[in-house]
């Protein structure tokens, strides 16, 4: 099982990116996958999550009416499209898929796969 995240880079506030979660050696239709990030200095958050059993999403209080998260089946990936960012959203993030198909909030050790991480950057 892997998961690999991708799409991160340096962007101004109020500027866009989109995040790429690529999934393999899973069936991304049987699990929730979570948006995580950490911030210098600071405990990893969650950010999103989308349930696998009804595409129900949910966000972190932060990010809501900003971020959006979806995925595409055809080609195993969540995405993270962020608008509107901030410097406050400035991290590194993380997917993660969790171990059943239903998002239950942000618990680590409710997430059993984890991709390597892509650093956001927001400058003011």
């Known amino acids: 099982v892997q998961l690999q995240a991708s799409g991160g880079g340096l962007v101004q506030t109020g500027g866009s990116l989109r995040l790429s979660c690529a999934t393999s050696?899973?069936?991304?239709?049987?699990?929730?996958v979570a948006w995580f990030r950490q911030a210098p200095g600071k405990e990893r958050e969650g950010v999103s999550c989308?349930?696998?059993?009804?595409?129900?999403?949910y966000y972190t209080d932060s990010v809501k009416g900003r971020f959006t998260i979806s995925r595409d089946l055809a080609v195993n990936t969540v995405y993270l499209q962020m608008n509107s960012l901030k410097p406050e959203d400035t991290a590194v993030y993380y997917c993660?898929?969790?171990?059943?198909?239903?998002?239950?909030?942000?618990?680590?050790?409710?997430?059993?796969?984890w991709g390597q991480g892509t650093q956001v950057t927001v400058s003011s």
């Open positions: 993660a898929s969790h171990k059943y198909r239903r998002c239950s909030g942000y618990a680590e050790y409710e997430y059993n796969y």
């Open positions: 050696g899973f069936t991304l239709d049987y699990y929730a």
């Open positions: 989308i349930s696998s059993s009804d595409s129900s999403t």
